[in-house]
């Protein structure tokens, strides 16, 4: 059972046989623009990859009261070829990717990127990665206990030894030019 049922596939597959055939033909019809245009556009593409996100077998996300734990099955890649990033908005980005090279079939490349915004009451500087000797990533972000306020820390001044002096300000009319 689909989640988003106007994007499951069985939309495209004529399940009741009492049904007109023209309905289900309508989906399909290249020469209907309406249609196709709305199966195209970017927020349906959006949907359609969080969709296979949901349901990607080698990924599993959990949260509970004490941390955020994401699993990828990356062992496609090397240890090299995988790159974890957290940034300000806490957002952890996960991103595999190797070139392209020769194997019994042929040519292959593979690339994928990974992003999860992790829940307000982590802590992004205690974000770590752990990769298994069976090619298993873990993320894990620990929880800030509630009640536990976000302790005050001191911003040291850098003495820089370089003047500022030469940074004067200049005329609006200047800076519009």
């Known amino acids: 059972m689909s989640l988003l049922p106007w994007l499951d596939d069985s ?8 049904q007109p055939r023209y309905q289900v033909s309508a989906w ?4 209907n623009h309406l ?17 296979s996100l949901v349901q990607d077998p080698g990924a599993t996300v959990s ?13 496609q890649f090397k ?27 042929g040519y292959i490349s593979r690339h994928f990127v990974r992003r999860y915004t992790l829940p307000e009451n982590c802590d992004i500087k205690q974000v770590q990665s752990k990769l298994s000797s069976d090619g298993v990533l873990t993320i894990t972000a620990p929880k800030i206990p509630e009640g536990k ?16 002096k030469h940074f004067e300000k200049k005329p609006v009319e ?3 030019k």
């Open 11 to 18: 939309l495209l597959h004529h399940h009741h046989h009492h």
């Open 28 to 31: 399909r019809d290249p020469e």
């Open 35 to 51: 249609v196709s245009s709305l199966l195209r556009h970017p927020f349906l593409e959006e949907l359609h990859q969080l969709k």
């Open 63 to 75: 949260s509970d009261k004490d941390k955020f734990q994401a699993n990828f099955d990356v062992q």
């Open 79 to 105: 240890p090299e070829e995988i790159s974890v990033k957290v940034t300000g908005d806490n957002t952890v980005t996960i991103e595999g990717k190797h070139e392209e090279k020769e194997d019994e079939h």
């Open 149 to 164: 306020a976000i302790e005050d820390r001191e911003i040291p001044i850098i003495r820089t030894g370089q003047p500022l």
């Open 174 to 176: 200047e800076a519009k």
